[in-house]
């Protein structure tokens, strides 16, 4: 549990950590696979979300989930990506983030993932929160907290309180 003072000056700042979907490059599932590795190769993200025409978000796809279909037993070759899918190859087990203000299920995801894909409850595509906004935050608590808080070394906070109780007895 992330302690409240914590939580409260975090919340203080006034930017948003979502990135909104239509800021963010994604492709369609039914995409083949050349034409995302254009796109990847072009924003040079190393992974992209995946919608269907809907734009419910249906998992993620990767370049060296691209790559590891073009090696074959000759070399490489890039025949196969023209006709095979983006759904074929994507990764479909994907923690997704149904609450912004739920702080803690962000860090503990961003800890592994670089970004987190943000839905609704139909598994709509809203944006991404990324480790670099969680680090914005990260950033604004580190030069705002003692402007709120009196940090105090937790032996002290416990030698004080028991002054103050054999005062009051």
Partial sequence: MID????A???ESKRD?????DLVATVNEENNLQHVFLVLTKIKYAKIP?????????GLVSLPMITEKMLGNTGITSRCLDTMKVKEIMQ??????YERDNLEAILRYLIDENFLPYVDHENHFKGIITRREIFKEVNFL???FSKHYIALPAYLEKKLNQETKSKSM
Avoid: G, Q
């Fill in 142 to 144: 580190a030069h705002n």
């Fill in 50 to 58: 995946v919608l269907d025409n809907d734009s419910h978000f249906k």
């Fill in 92 to 97: 479909t087990e994907v923690p997704t983030i």
């Fill in 9 to 11: 000056v975090m919340r």
């Fill in 4 to 7: 409240k003072p914590i939580e």
């Fill in 17 to 21: 950590i979502l990135i909104p979907a």
